[in-house]
């Protein structure tokens, strides 16, 4: 598992979940093209950004590229990081024909090459030691999860930490641990 400190913005649900199998970092999908109209999550493209530097893989063809190009508008380039996957042409164990270009996705691409593409790029994660993680207990205890009023409780977190709300709870545990000790997440959610 390759620990990330910047976020990883990826087009599909399906590269999340290819990704989430080798990394430990924040991962954001665009939903596609939709990513177009959701001022909600391309701002929060842009706050993660500024606050720790984000990656861009997308698939390798045109509208990979043309998602890449979008969301690159307007972020300094000292906080992307671009990572491009090789041509490799084929179909996707999911998908009952091969893509309009016939080139597989980031989820088509085996585990090896992926690691290999995130060493290259010489990305690399600060961790502290015996860092004690906030965990989707910690949610509970909190009230942001799994409770009777827990949508509404983290709907209000969300709105105070300025995060869109569409970001699933596992996110926002990526999230937090990424950005606060255990202790510090413990003394912000009383003031909610």
Do not use: C, W
Request: proline share 3%; aromatic share 8%; hydrophobic share 35%.
């Amino acid at each position: 598992m390759i620990k990330i400190e910047q976020a990883v913005i990826v087009e599909g649900k399906y590269d999340k979940i290819k990704l989430s199998n080798i990394l430990d970092a924040v991962i954001i999908e665009t939903n596609g093209f939709q990513i177009y109209k959701d001022k909600q999550r391309k701002d929060f493209i842009r706050k993660l950004a500024k606050e720790r530097g984000i990656i861009i893989i997308t698939d390798s063809d045109h509208s990979g590229f043309q998602i890449r190009n979008y969301i690159s508008l307007g972020i300094p380039k000292d906080k992307i990081t671009h990572i491009y996957i090789p041509d490799v042409f084929g179909k996707e164990k999911r998908k009952l024909e091969p893509s309009k270009e016939g080139k597989l996705g980031v989820e088509g691409i085996d585990d090896k090459i992926l690691i290999k593409l995130f060493e290259n790029a010489n990305i690399g994660y600060k961790q502290e030691e015996n860092r004690e993680l906030i965990t989707n207990y910690d949610l509970f205890e909190a009230g942001i999860s799994g409770g009777p009023n827990s949508k509404a409780k983290k709907k209000k977190l969300l709105k105070k930490m300025n995060l869109p709300e569409f970001l699933s709870t596992n996110s926002l545990l990526s999230y937090l641990n990424s950005s606060m000790t255990k202790e510090e997440f413990q003394n912000y959610i009383m003031t909610i």
